[in-house]
């Protein structure tokens, strides 16, 4: 079974750049979809953007669109969030996730397996 490591995080000022990223820790299938999730204090968490490995398609939510990427590096086994200008409502703990899926679902419960977070926090 796979397992997923993110790291990258760390504290920046408003409007800096950040690169997550997210290491499996063997082969990726085509059949697998990996995902960005945040959780912010006292808030659910939420989607961020995700990529289908079979083809590289990717989808964000409307509050990143434009500001945010996500990559892969197939050899590495590895995505990444780019995220770009970011702000203070980006601080939360980043999450990677991994389904065996065909599409890239927006709800946590459609993945069952997760990084263990890293803590992105943005100062004015």
């Known amino acids: 079974q796979l397992h997923v490591t993110d790291s990258g995080g760390r504290l920046v000022q408003a409007g800096d750049s950040l690169r997550l990223s997210c290491t499996a820790s063997?082969?990726?299938?085509?059949?697998?979809?990996l995902s960005w999730f945040r959780q912010a204090p006292g808030k659910e968490r939420e989607f961020v953007g995700g990529?289908?490995?079979?083809?590289?398609?990717?989808y964000y939510a409307d509050s990143v669109k434009g500001r945010f990427t996500v990559s892969r590096e197939n050899a590495k086994n590895t995505m990444y969030l780019q995220m770009n200008n970011l702000n203070p409502d980006d601080t939360a703990v980043y999450y990677c996730?991994?389904?065996?899926?065909?599409?890239?679902?927006?709800?946590?419960?459609?993945?069952?397996?997760w990084g263990r977070g890293t803590q992105v926090t943005v100062s004015i």
């Open positions: 063997g082969y990726i299938a085509s059949g697998y979809v």
């Open positions: 990529l289908r490995w079979r083809d590289g398609a990717t």
């Open positions: 996730a991994l389904a065996s899926a065909g599409v890239i679902f927006p709800t946590p419960t459609r993945y069952n397996t």
